[in-house]
């Protein structure tokens, strides 16, 4: 079998290294949220939720949980919760910059994949 440059085989199936990329690098966005949260704010609650999705995204990048679209699943779920944050408050920061983060992601899952 002729693996692309651009793909990673991850369990079977080929994903795009950009969708690799573009989730670890949101993964690391979402830790260090939730650890703002919790320097800024004592928000254990932001800290706990925040390392178990990004947790769960990473299982789901390293094709431990699978099929790979638990991880759009995931970052929709994450999508919603940042959305009714940011409409109970109306700050761009942090759940707004959250919210238009997870849809560029979801997106990109959705297109790229």
């Known amino acids: 079998m002729e693996v692309l440059a651009d793909s990673a085989i991850i369990a079977g199936n080929m994903i795009p ?3 690799v990329i573009i989730l670890w690098f949101y993964i690391v966005l ?3 949220g939730g650890l703002m949260g919790f320097i800024k704010a ?3 609650i932001s800290l706990i939720t925040s390392t178990i999705f990004a947790v769960l995204l ?3 990048n390293l094709a ?3 099929p790979f679209y638990i991880a759009d699943i995931l970052v ?3 999508l919603i919760v940042f959305g009714i944050r940011f409409a109970k408050g109306r700050k761009f920061m942090p759940s707004g910059l959250m919210l238009v983060l997870s849809a560029v992601v979801l997106a990109a899952l959705l297109f790229l994949h």
């Open 64 to 66: 431990v949980i699978q």
């Open 42 to 44: 004592k928000s254990k």
């Open 17 to 19: 290294n950009k969708i």
């Open 30 to 32: 979402l830790l260090a």
């Open 76 to 78: 929709g779920l994450l």
């Open 58 to 60: 990473a299982l789901c």
